[in-house]
T-cell receptor
Framework: AQSVSQHNHHVILSEAASLELGCNYSYGGTVNLFWYVQYPGQHLQLLLKYFSGDPLVKGIKGFEAEFIKSKFSFNLRKPSVQWSDTAEYFCAVNAASSASKIIFGSGTRLSIRP | EAGVAQSPRYKIIEKRQSVAFWCNPISGHATLYWYQQILGQGPKLLIQFQNNGVVDDSQLPKDRFSAERLKGVDSTLKIQPAKLEDSAVYLC?????????????FGEGSRLTVL
């Protein structure tokens, strides 16, 4: 069965710092990968997704993620964070063989100091 | 476009009582999901419907949890009897089709506290 690991539980950065949040998954077959974000008081929403093609995917608000198949990773990056990026970030994976079942990681809370 | 509607937003009950949560997905979305999110953890899939049929309920504790989507539109998740460890946010999500290329749209969630 597939699983997702997010090793950073809480990350604190200053504005304009660069961000990288780790995500590793365990599944040997073809996967679809996602990052969801939950801003304070709001519902979960899709940040970006990877299905195939270019392993570097760009999402909303300047976020991007790189799929590295050999490392089973899909890390989220942003070159310069803003205070408004304060939120909880969830990596998620879907094994292509399991219909549309999506498994989420435990999340990383990102706090940005103004 | 209206989003995924859930009610109630908050519910406090005592253990061994019952509770029901309701979800109305985005119009036209065939796939509906119920997730349980315990504090400090990521959402855990409880059950997935495609129209009114169950696609996956492998992680639903069937001795106490039940869910239905009788007409393929709105859905109800019930817990009876509740345990302390059921305290969590129950998230409903929907997508346009069963294809994974469809984005999941989440509701605000129903926060359950079991005392």
């Amino acid at each position: 069965a597939q699983s997702v690991s997010q090793h950073n539980h809480h990350v604190i950065l200053s504005e304009a710092a660069s961000l990288e949040l780790g995500c590793n998954y365990s599944y040997g077959g073809t996967v679809n990968l996602f990052w969801y974000v939950q801003y304070p008081g709001q519902h979960l929403q899709l940040l970006l997704k990877y299905f195939s093609g270019d392993p570097l995917v760009k999402g909303i608000k300047g976020f991007e993620a790189e799929f590295i198949k050999s490392k089973f990773s899909f890390n989220l990056r942003k070159p310069s964070v803003q205070w408004s990026d304060t939120a909880e970030y969830f990596c998620a994976v879907n094994a292509a063989s399991s219909a549309s079942k999506i498994i989420f990681g435990s999340g990383t809370r990102l706090s940005i100091r103004p | 476009e209206a989003g995924v509607a859930q009610s109630p937003r908050y519910k406090i009950i005592e253990k061994r009582q019952s509770v029901a949560f309701w979800c109305n997905p985005i119009s036209g979305h065939a796939t509906l999901y119920w997730y349980q999110q315990i504090l400090g953890q990521g959402p855990k899939l409880l059950i997935q419907f495609q129209n009114n049929g169950v696609v996956d309920d492998s992680q639903l504790p069937k001795d106490r949890f039940s869910a239905e989507r009788l007409k393929g539109v709105d859905s109800t998740l019930k817990i009876q009897p509740a345990k302390l460890e059921d305290s969590a946010v129950y998230l409903c999500a929907s997508s346009l089709s069963g294809s994974i290329t469809g984005e999941l749209f989440f509701g605000e969630g129903s926060r359950l506290t079991v005392l």
